[in-house]
């Protein structure tokens, strides 16, 4: 990871409560307002959600769970993907009962709550673990770079599908983004902070 990535997740979470506290004002309204009369009913954005999808996150999570379990035998990065994920399901499960915010007003909406958008925050979360790992599994600059730009574009269009969609509101998306930026960074402090006491005690 750069350097400029952590302390990067102290701006997110800044972004994150000031979300928290203005998404009601006529301001941040008028914002998701705007950013929806841009991206509403834009077909090919709202194709990204089923990359955001529960059941698919789930798969391609469990699939990097046992491989690094059969064939890596790292049993700190699994800890990692769980911390990650399962912990991270949960703050956004919790963050959503907290502030109860209702989606927008559409026929057949979904029931659960909108603020923070799940398919933002986890969208983040799980992309971004699956670039980390890569990371740090090859050496070569270019592909590190490669996989990073597509996980951030990727999570990028997860999110704004969700307001193409009538999902949720764009401050819900800003949310879900910011504090899964912050979650996923510390869960990579605690696991660079176990690789660094798993080397010394091996050194």
């Not at 409560?17 to 309204?29: E, G, H, K, R, T």
């Not at 929806?36 to 469990?62: D, K, P, Q």
């Not at 704004?160 to 504090?179: K, M, P, Q």
């Amino acid at each position: 990871m750069k350097r400029w990535a952590y302390p990067l997740a102290l701006v997110t979470l800044a972004i994150f409560l000031v979300m928290a506290i203005n998404f009601q004002s006529p301001s941040f309204m008028a914002f998701d307002e705007q950013i929806a009369s841009i991206v509403r009913g834009n077909e090919f954005i709202g194709l990204f959600h089923y990359l955001g999808e529960t059941v698919f996150v789930v798969i391609v999570t469990l699939l990097v769970f046992f491989y690094i379990w059969f064939r890596e035998k790292n049993y700190r990065a699994m800890l990692y993907i769980v911390l990650t994920m399962a912990v991270g399901t949960t703050i956004n499960q919790g963050l959503k009962a907290l502030f109860a915010r209702p989606r927008p007003e559409i026929l057949e909406q979904l029931t659960s709550y909108s603020f923070p958008s799940g398919h933002s925050q986890m969208g983040v979360l799980y992309l971004f673990m699956l670039a980390y790992l890569f990371s740090k599994i090859t050496t070569n600059h270019k592909r590190i770079t490669i996989v990073w730009v597509a996980a951030i574009v990727l999570a990028c269009l997860i999110g704004l599908s969700r307001i193409a969609e009538s999902r949720h509101f764009a401050t819900d998306v800003l949310a879900g983004w910011s504090i899964g930026y912050t979650w996923f960074i510390i869960c990579v402090l605690w696991y660079e902070q176990r690789e660094r006491k798993f080397k010394k005690r091996n050194s």
